[in-house]
């Protein structure tokens, strides 16, 4: 098979790349008064305008034949088909099973994917309506009041960034707080100021050997313990998600509190599955269902809609003309909307474990970029921040600016003000503003020629920054179902066209196996191997030594 580079299609696209990267953003648009409508689309609960990237229609006709070429549409059915495309874990794809409520066969392995999944969703709802209904009691009777979750990367990242998310529409049944990091400040924060006694944990880990996860969960253990003094009592307070039971129950959780998972589902992937049990517990089942229910709408469309009109294709094959063909290897994520501020760290997970690898489905090294730095804040504050590079840097940053026709929470005057920035900030950073404009404008404001000539060259912006804009009516749990499931189709795409596995992470094993050795070096009466390069020996004997 060619590698991508030898490929027609994407030397097509280099040639082409060549050419207009002399063209600016500002004259396209003077040019043609139709280019919104002609490089935007409406996806389900979202909005994609992608017209401000530097692309013509020819552009778009090359990236689509490389996406043809790539086979996107053949290996997009293998993966709602249940096929093992995850080929280095041997393992199907589906967390789109999870939020599919139809009874269409789907079999992995003999076994019927659709039942695995509507039992556990009944046994989540049931659970869900116990512990918020006051039903599910501590072991001294009282009712639960707060909930912990225990888990770290796609069992943490995923159920707490829908929760910041969707916060405008808890109901204040239920207290949710997320413990994800071993440093044990963390946990001792979370647990300073809860009752054992009306505390509710899950412990979400897929393999339910994860160090953080284990070490918070025997923290959390035993402080339960210190009030209960009970081991039997543990079954009203532990609840376990994962895909490997026997170690749940090793770890002493009550078989019956045990939700599945299964290998099909990865772990950046999976907060539509179990996982997503602290969601459901703050905002109630029902919102949880609006959740699937949006990205079930953009399972639809990714699977059905033509691929020029298909929201997660064209945002990927601009992350992909940006990356490969104009040399852009950052993003940034940049939602105008508070309750998104996890949105770019949640991202992060998904996108940079997907395809952050560097050889190819045959293990060859790849000789093209993949997945660029995604990174992001909430967009106001970032303007007072990191903006200043985003328009006048010299790395051209690729962005996408997320926002909403209606807040959340309406506080008069705050949205407009808000979306007016929204508005202005990707309007700069494509037109930018010229030197002859600066002098223009300094000059009608009476500013001496010498000093304008001082000035003028740092008041310059480029512009010709590319950004996609997506806009949402309003964060719901609807919408923002359909978001996530939008970016999860958008790293599937880019992985294919990238030849990249996007489902494996083998690249977090190594320092995991490090870790555990130095782990045990780090006793007092253990003494430090030679094995270990200077600098790690001296910084662990430093380590020792300053203890006191
Ligand atoms: O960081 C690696 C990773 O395996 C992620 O892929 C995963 O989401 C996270 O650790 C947590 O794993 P688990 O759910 O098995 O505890």
Redesign the pocket.
């Known amino acids: 098979m060619p590698s991508r580079t030898e490929l027609t299609a994407w030397q097509a696209l280099q040639a082409h790349a060549n050419e207009i990267s002399t063209r600016h953003m500002s004259d396209l648009f003077d040019e043609d008064d139709l280019r919104f409508a002609k490089f935007s689309l409406q996806s389900p609960n979202i909005l994609l305008d992608y017209s401000k990237n530097l692309i013509t229609e020819e552009t778009r006709t090359k990236l689509l034949d490389l996406a043809k070429v790539c086979e996107v549409e053949s290996f997009r059915d293998k993966m709602f088909a249940g096929e093992k495309i995850n080929r280095t874990e041997d393992r199907a794809v589906l967390h789109v099973a999870l939020r599919d409520p139809s009874d269409e066969p789907l079999e992995i392995d003999g076994d019927d994917v659709r039942s695995q999944v509507k039992h556990e969703l009944a046994r989540m709802k049931a659970l869900v309506a116990q512990v918020r209904g006051g039903d599910w009691r501590g072991y001294t009777g009282k009712e639960i009041t707060d909930i912990v979750s225990v888990?770290?990367?796609?069992?943490n990242l995923g159920p707490l960034m829908v929760t910041e998310a969707l916060a405008a529409y808890q109901d204040g049944t239920l207290n949710v707080h997320y413990v994800s990091n071993v440093d044990g400040f963390q946990i001792a924060e979370t647990l300073r100021d809860l009752d054992p006694e009306t505390t509710l944990f899950v412990i979400?880990?897929?393999?339910?050997?994860?160090l953080e996860?284990m070490t918070n969960a025997n923290s959390a253990v035993a402080w339960f313990l210190d009030k209960a003094e009970d081991k039997s009592y543990i079954n009203r307070h532990f609840i376990a998600v994962s895909s490997n039971r026997t170690k749940a129950m090793e770890f002493g959780v009550a078989e019956e509190n045990i939700f599945d998972m299964w290998d099909w589902v990865?772990?950046?992937f999976s907060l539509w599955s179990a996982i997503g049990l602290p969601i459901a517990l703050n905002l109630g089942f029902e919102m949880f269902e609006e959740l699937l229910a949006g990205a079930h709408e953009m399972d639809d469309h990714f699977r059905t809609a033509p691929l020029a009109k298909n929201a997660p294709v064209m945002l990927a094959l601009m992350g992909v003309w940006n990356n490969n063909f104009l040399g852009r290897h950052a993003h940034a994520l940049l939602p105008y909307d508070q309750c998104l501020h996890r949105l770019a760290a949640y991202m992060q997970?998904a996108e940079m474990?997907s395809n952050g690898k560097s050889v190819n489905w045959s293990g060859e090294r790849i000789d093209y970029a993949s997945v660029p730095l995604i990174w992001g804040e909430v967009g106001i504050n970032g303007q007072h921040a990191f903006y200043q590079c985003l328009h006048q840097g010299t790395q051209i940053v690729p962005a996408d600016f997320i926002g909403s026709v209606e807040p959340t929470v309406p506080v008069k005057g705050h949205h407009d003000a808000l979306m007016a920035n929204f508005f202005a900030q990707s309007e700069a950073m494509m037109r930018g503003i010229s030197a002859d404009q600066v002098r223009a404008e300094l000059t009608a404001q009476g500013m001496a020629p010498e000093r304008i000539e001082e000035i003028v060259d740092h008041k310059v912006h480029e512009g010709n920054r590319p950004t996609n804009t997506l806009m949402l009516q309003k964060v719901d749990a609807r919408s923002l179902g359909s978001l996530i499931a939008l970016y999860e189709h958008k790293i599937f795409v880019q992985g294919i066209i990238w030849e990249v596995h996007s489902f494996d992470?083998w690249g977090?094993e190594l320092g995991k196996v490090l870790a555990k050795g130095i782990q045990a070096e780090l006793a007092p009466e253990a003494s430090v191997a030679d094995k270990h390069d200077s600098s790690t020996r001296n910084l662990i004997e430093y380590y020792k030594k300053s203890q006191s």
Request: no cysteine; proline share 0%; hydrophobic share 20%.
């Open positions: 888990g770290i990367g796609g069992s979400a880990s897929k393999t339910f050997t994860t996860t990865g772990g950046r997970q474990e992470q977090v």
